[in-house]
């Protein structure tokens, strides 16, 4: 058949292989037929099912008639059987390892190319279809534009609903928690007049609970304008908790102070991602819009010369207001400062044009903070900012935020980056808020003094309370206890500065002394047999993906024996994540050999290590599984035991581990790690999920481990720990589609770091 009039293709599906593959609209001159190559290209989608619309340009018509046809493609169809290609490989027996029989989540390298939960659906049935019916005959099923119409309809639909669902689920997280403020339930939102020139947050003597459970009591918060304050404590106490009741401003919050939390990522849609970052600014996007109705306007209005209504003074002196207003606002500058944000935190020119929805959701993450960052508000706060960052984009934030003029508040388990931005600690302590001057290190010095003074005062406390008991005269017992309770009060007060005995009612109600709760945390990973080396070796291995065109590693040649510790730095998507699952044997390099001592056990800690866990069974009913070969009289018992070492509650080990949060699941996969008895061990980033007591644990049993330690980590201090024997430590880095090894130590080549970024910033 010969094609005349003009041919539009439309993808259903949105494939986006297909939308690259074919251009919406094309008027041949010629017949419409497949060249071999263009089949051969084909057949690298499981299946393609076309709309054609073939539209008759006749100049007599005023509207166009419309024919609808339907074309469905599979290889099978197109005579393509799929193709393989690259050297053969020669490798060992995969190793055993404690992920074996367990489907293995994707590497970072594979989840850059995002594909949605949609168009993964609309693949995985035409792949069944396929390959069920490899002989029937394609499916026919005609389009037209207004069933188009309807199925556009039907997605609007369908992604309002899911926004509303959205909204009632945030709405209920709203009202799970109550805040008390003195004797009172808290109602204010700081839209007090008087508080229109305050830049400072005060609320003193506070509570704060969640479905039933105390999360704060009686505490009290100052948040100075222009300071950097880190929050510190234990998981799961109730400090991202803080942060959102700030936000929400439940807990009051003066009407000028404008506050922004970074918690989600930024929605995937078609905006690349400059734009998603310069549309932060409301009100430079919406001004920029009013000046160019204007503009248009008067440009009309000058072409009609008979329009009387039209003053062109006036348009010209509203314009010029804006113009003025724009350039107050930075708006000539504005596309590079988002750019050079973006840049900081990874992007590169390319990414930053791509759309939003082709990211994953690491770098839409990045997206929100980059946002953030633009927007410069003036309360920020951050939780755990730098847990989808690699070490340079840390780094970079480190000194960015530095230079940050506003108040900042940040939750974050990197000592290092504790250090380096915050001025000031706020330590969340037995349902408590505790400031203290400094950085991270001043805290913990602070912090011991504090503890040592507290723990002082409650043995003096409990020594006359005991004997007051003995003498079994109770008004000696309340005696004890209301002058322990005058003294806390008299220092409390002293510490405002409103003198020594002057306590006013309102302040928060003395208590008695208490002992000083510390919360401890012990990792431990036995001492493995030895092994003759070499334990592990790539020689001259090379690796690329299938559906990845633009990602190859080439020529790498590393090893690991019992005693090593290798640090693998480089920006994600490098390849980190891939040198790693090369090393666990996860995945076969395309060239060549791998070499494994036989009796090699490897202990692997991802990244993605919820997607390893079952998540309907209990952390003992999954660690007895795979480790059935307990000790003792009760095997439950022992396996119990060793969750209690690694930080696990007791109440937790029999919840179901879907239940369970981030932090309690690496737990339970550090419990596995350790029951295994590995030679090897290989972490990608299992800081992520930790708070600073577990991180400081973790790091003294790599200390005490005896085998080799392969780390991905963008916590500059565990990557010090872990290397601090220079003779025995390597610095391996990923970049441009190579590993190298780094002359030098990880503080040298952090410096050299952080010169450049230092130079990137000062531009």
Request: with cysteine; charged share 30%.
């Amino acid at each position: 058949m010969v094609v005349k009039p003009s041919l539009k293709i439309f993808c259903i599906g949105r494939n986006p292989k297909a939308e690259t593959l074919f251009p919406h609209s094309l008027t041949p001159k010629a017949p419409v037929s497949l060249s071999p190559s263009d089949s051969s290209r084909l057949t690298v989608l499981p299946s393609l099912s076309l709309s054609l619309i073939l539209t008759h340009p006749h100049p007599d018509q005023t509207r166009p008639v419309n024919l609808a046809i339907s074309v469905h493609l599979s290889p099978s169809a197109l005579g393509g059987k799929g193709s393989s290609s690259g050297t053969k490989t020669k490798t060992t027996p995969k190793v055993s390892s404690y992920t074996d029989d367990i489907d293995l989540p994707p590497s970072d390298e594979e989840e850059d190319e995002y594909v949605s939960e949609d168009e993964q659906q609309h693949n995985d049935v035409h792949k069944r279809s396929s390959q069920q019916r490899p002989d029937s005959k394609p499916l026919e099923v005609s389009v037209t534009n207004k069933e188009l119409k309807k199925r556009e309809k039907k997605d609007l639909l369908a992604a309002h609903a899911a926004e509303l669902v959205k909204k009632e689920a945030l709405k209920d997280d709203h009202d799970a928690f109550t805040v008390v403020i003195g004797s009172r339930s808290s109602v204010l939102d700081g839209e007090n007049e008087l508080d229109a020139n305050v830049k400072d947050i005060t609320i003193e003597n506070f509570s704060v609970s969640a479905r039933g459970k105390e999360l704060l009591k009686n505490a009290s918060v100052k948040i100075s304008h222009g300071k950097r304050y880190g929050l510190v404590g234990p998981n799961g106490k109730g400090k991202s908790t803080l942060l959102k009741l700030l936000a929400w401003r439940k807990i009051p919050v003066p009407k000028n102070i404008d506050v922004l939390l970074v918690e989600q990522e930024v929605v995937g849609d078609d905006k690349t991602a400059l734009e998603a970052v310069v549309s932060a600014n409301v009100e430079l996007v919406t001004l920029r819009k009013e000046v160019e109705v204007l503009q248009n306007l008067a440009s009309l209005a000058e072409a009609d010369e008979k329009n009387e209504n039209y003053d062109a003074n006036e348009v010209g002196e509203k314009l010029s207001e804006m113009y003025e207003r724009l350039q107050i606002m930075g708006s000539d500058a504005a596309e590079a400062q988002a750019s050079k944000i973006l840049a900081g935190l990874g992007f590169t020119k390319d990414m930053q044009g791509r759309a939003t929805r082709s990211f994953s959701g690491g770098w839409r993450m990045r997206i929100s903070l980059a946002r953030a960052l633009f927007v410069q508000p003036t309360l920020l706060l951050l939780d755990e900012p730098t847990n989808h960052l690699d070490l340079r984009a840390v780094l970079w934030l480190e000194e960015y935020l530095c230079r940050w003029k506003k108040t900042l508040v940040v939750v974050s388990h990197d000592r290092d980056f504790l250090n380096t931005v915050c001025s000031e600690i706020i330590h969340l302590h037995d349902l408590k808020l505790h400031f203290y001057r400094g950085n991270f290190d001043d805290f913990e010095s602070g912090y011991e003094q504090r503890r040592k003074e507290m723990n002082k005062k409650f043995e003096i406390f409990d020594k006359q309370m005991k004997a007051a008991k003995r003498s079994g005269n109770r008004a000696q017992q309340d005696k004890v206890k209301d002058r322990a309770k005058f003294v806390a009060a008299k220092e409390a007060s002293k510490s405002k500065g409103k003198g020594k005995a002057n306590v006013d009612e309102d302040d928060t109600p003395a208590e008695v002394p208490q002992k000083w709760r510390d919360y401890s945390v012990e990792f431990h990973f036995p001492e493995p047999t030895e092994l003759t080396p070499p334990l592990l070796q790539l020689i001259e291995v090379s690796f690329s993906y299938p559906n990845r065109e633009d990602f190859r590693l080439s020529n790498v040649d590393v090893g690991i024996d019992m005693g090593t510790r290798v640090a693998i730095v480089g920006p994600n998507g490098a390849g980190k994540s891939t040198l790693l699952n090369l090393l666990a044997g996860d995945l076969v390099p395309t060239e060549g050999e791998v070499r494994r001592s036989q009796k090699l056990r490897i202990g692997r800690y991802s990244q993605h290590f919820v997607d390893l866990l079952t998540m309907d069974e209990t952390p003992v009913q999954y660690l007895l599984r795979l480790h059935p070969d307990q000790e003792g009289l009760s095997k439950q018992e022992a396996v119990r035991a060793k969750l209690g070492k690694f930080g696990l509650p007791s109440h937790n080990h029999l919840t179901p581990i879907a239940k369970l949060s981030g932090g309690q699941k690496s737990r339970v996969v550090f419990t596995s790690i350790s029951m295994s008895k590995p030679h090897i061990l290989l972490l990608d980033e299992p800081t992520n999920h930790l708070d600073m007591q577990s991180i400081d644990a973790l790091a003294d049993a790599l200390d005490e481990f005896t085998g080799g330690v392969v780390l991905v980590s963008h916590d500059s201090r565990l990557i010090s720990r872990v290397c601090e024997d220079e003779e025995r430590s390597e610095i391996w880095v990923v970049e441009d589609g190579t590993v190298r090894s780094f002359p030098g130590t990880f503080e040298e080549y952090k410096e050299e770091l952080q010169r450049e970024i230092k130079a990137e910033v000062d531009e």
